[in-house]
């Protein structure tokens, strides 16, 4: 007698899914994006309006958890979708998985930097872009609990 293997098929995702995942993307290639460019002074962007690249030019660090804040928010709510009813009772550990993913990027980002020529790595951009991730993912959680508060309220 033959036992039968179970095969797991991996499911299929819904449009919500992967719009989310396809944000997220796009997200982490304009973080890559605007780490890596040679001049970090962004000199070379024309398209930036004036103001954006004064304030850009002054924040340095500030600017790098500027794009982390809907990167953190689009990673809560894209590892919340397949298990809404676990985030709701506040679950630790999609926290974590989002943070994790933060922590990758920002590395990755800042590590890129160390191979280019007027570019080097800086601790305190690891930072930002962490707070600013977290910022993100607690907007994100913080809408849900008011979503959740109004309905129950409905």
């Not at 973080?31 to 962004?42: A, G, K, V």
Request: glycine residues 4%; positive net charge; aromatic residues 16%.
């Amino acid at each position: 007698m033959i036992a039968s293997k179970k095969v797991f098929l991996p499911k299929k995702y819904t449009i919500k899914q992967k719009s989310i995942f396809l944000a997220v993307l796009l997200c982490v290639a304009g973080i890559f994006y605007y780490s890596w460019l040679p001049n970090p002074r962004f000199e070379t962007e024309t398209y930036m309006p004036l103001w954006l690249l004064r304030w850009s030019n002054t924040y340095f660090n500030m600017r790098t958890a500027i794009p982390f804040i809907p990167l953190g928010y689009l990673t809560a709510a894209w590892v919340s979708i397949p298990n809404k009813a676990l985030v709701t009772k506040s679950s630790l550990f999609f926290r974590i998985k989002t943070f994790l993913l933060a922590i990758i990027v920002v590395c990755l980002a800042e590590g890129g930097q160390y191979f280019l020529k007027d570019r080097h790595p800086d601790l305190m951009d690891v930072f930002f872009g962490l707070l600013g991730s977290v910022a993100g993912s607690c907007m994100y959680h913080l809408i849900q609990k008011i979503n959740l508060l109004l309905t129950k309220n409905a």
